[in-house]
């Protein structure tokens, strides 16, 4: 089945800097790849996705890049801000398995310092 | 839509009492999914519906979690009887299809004692 791997686990930076993370897969099939925020006491929250036909998509200060022959999707957010500090999860969409559901990535805790 | 609604927010029950988690959809999506989130596993997919009907239970962990979806509205996630490693907090989420966005609940927070 699709596993999805996230790194890093941490990441702490300087308000204004920028933060990238990273996720690979397996499912060769995968056509969706979502990202989700979670803030303390929340329930995720999706803040971009990506779709197979796309290779980056934009939305103010995050981006998405995907690279489908490497089986590489990741998150960049710009000019950071505290209140970006949160859990970020990737996920992609596995269909190989005769259903289609989503996978979820370990997790990358954000920490952005005034 | 007030969104995905959940409840209890919180429960703490002892190790075998019998816990009910509930789950109201955003109205008009045809999915309904439950998830666990441990520090350990992370957010792990239990089950998931499609338009009432269960799709995919290859998640639930044994015999005593089961889930229901008697309508598009309502949807119960049990656990008999519950164990001490089941103390997690559990999501439920819904959205127009797999691939369009997921709408979280707020969650269950479950302590097993």
């Known amino acids: 089945g699709e596993n999805v791997e996230q790194h890093p686990s941490t990441l702490s930076v300087q308000e204004g800097d920028s933060a990238v993370i990273k996720c690979t897969y397996s499912?060769?099939?995968?056509?969706?790849f979502p990202w989700y925020k979670q803030e303390l006491g929340k329930g995720p929250q999706l803040i971009i996705d990506?779709?197979?036909?796309?290779g980056e998509k934009k939305d103010q200060r995050i981006a998405v890049t995907l690279n489908k022959t490497a089986k590489h999707f990741s998150l960049h957010i710009t000019e950071t801000q505290p209140e970006d500090s949160a859990v970020y999860f990737c996920?992609?969409?596995?269909?190989?398995?005769?259903?289609?559901?989503?996978?979820f990535g370990t997790g990358t805790r954000l920490l952005v310092s005034p | 839509d007030a969104g995905v609604i959940q409840s209890p927010r919180h429960e703490v029950t002892e190790m075998g009492q019998e816990v009910t988690l509930r789950c109201k959809p955003i109205?008009?999506?045809?999915?309904l999914f439950w998830y666990r989130q441990t520090m350990m596993r992370g957010l792990e997919l239990l089950i998931y519906f499609n338009n009432n009907v269960p799709i995919d239970d290859s998640g639930m962990p044994e015999d005593r979690f089961s889930a229901k979806m008697p309508n598009a509205s309502f949807s119960t996630l049990k656990i008999q009887p519950s164990e001490p490693r089941d103390s997690a907090v559990y999501f439920c989420?819904?959205?127009?299809?797999?691939?369009?966005?997921?709408?979280f609940g707020p969650g269950t927070r479950l302590t097993v004692l």
């Open positions: 990506i779709r197979s036909n796309v």
């Open positions: 996920a992609a969409l596995a269909v190989n398995t005769g259903f289609q559901k989503l996978v």
């Open positions: 499912d060769s099939a995968s056509n969706y």
């Open positions: 989420a819904s959205s127009f299809t797999p691939s369009n966005e997921q709408f």
């Open positions: 109205s008009g999506h045809d999915y």
